[in-house]
Antibody
């Protein structure tokens, strides 16, 4: 059974930076696209970014392009999201999910709060 | 403003049937991309409910079904149960420049 566990969230000031991590187990990590999806408090789901199994294909939502960087380390079964130049509107629970559409496994999420 | 449009809320009594619509455009659902549905119970991560327009993952009751036609898709829930009260999201792929993955705004299902 696949398992995804996110970590790295926290409380930051506007303009701050953070690296979110997602550790995978129970499946061959390198075989799968991986995706970050976020959900602002009381709001719907927003796709953030995805990366192919090899890392060669990457896409970002316009709202985070130039500020967020997705990466992965297949040797460590880990997915990352470097978030820079944080804004109040980046406040959300960040989920990692398996796949690039039709996400069959999700982590429990990690909360990022951007506030003065 | 979500690329895929869902009603904000639907409701039904136990045992009834409800449907949730998901309306897209020629750059996503109408382009032939699959529609997927997720259920999010309060305080939990979303769960894949329907994939590839009408397929249920193992463990999802057959009370849940999905369909797609033209630029729209629907999720139907029959024999409504109290435990079905949740938020439901549709998701598809999009060929526009704003990003390949799109979600609906979500629909809150209330079991009366």
């Amino acid at each position: 059974q696949a398992l995804l566990v996110e970590s790295g969230g926290g409380l930051l000031k506007p303009g701050g930076s953070l690296r979110l991590s997602c550790t995978a187990s129970g499946f061959t990590f390198s075989d799968h696209y991986m995706t970050w999806i976020r959900q602002a408090p009381g709001k719907g789901l927003e796709w953030v970014s995805y990366i192919s199994g090899s890392g060669s294909t990457i896409y970002y939502a316009d709202s985070v392009k130039g500020r967020f960087t997705i990466s992965r380390d297949n040797a460590k079964n880990s997915l990352y999201l470097q978030v820079n130049s944080l804004r109040a509107e980046d406040t959300a629970v960040y989920y990692c999910a398996r796949g690039n559409s039709g996400f069959d496994y999700w982590g429990q999420g990690t909360l990022v709060t951007v506030s003065t | 403003q979500s690329v895929l449009t869902q009603p904000p809320s639907v409701s039904g009594a136990p045992g009834q049937r409800v449907t949730i619509s998901c309306t897209g455009s020629s750059s996503n659902i109408g382009a032939g991309y699959d529609v997927h549905w997720y259920q999010q119970l309060p305080g939990t991560a979303p769960k894949l409910l329907i994939f590839g327009n009408s397929n249920r993952p193992s463990g999802v009751p057959d009370r849940f079904s999905g369909s797609k036609s033209g630029t729209s898709a629907s999720l139907a829930i029959t024999g409504l149960q109290a435990e079905d009260e949740a938020d439901y999201y549709c998701q598809s792929y999009d060929s526009s420049l704003s990003g390949p993955v799109v979600f609906g705004g979500g629909t809150k299902l209330t079991v009366l």
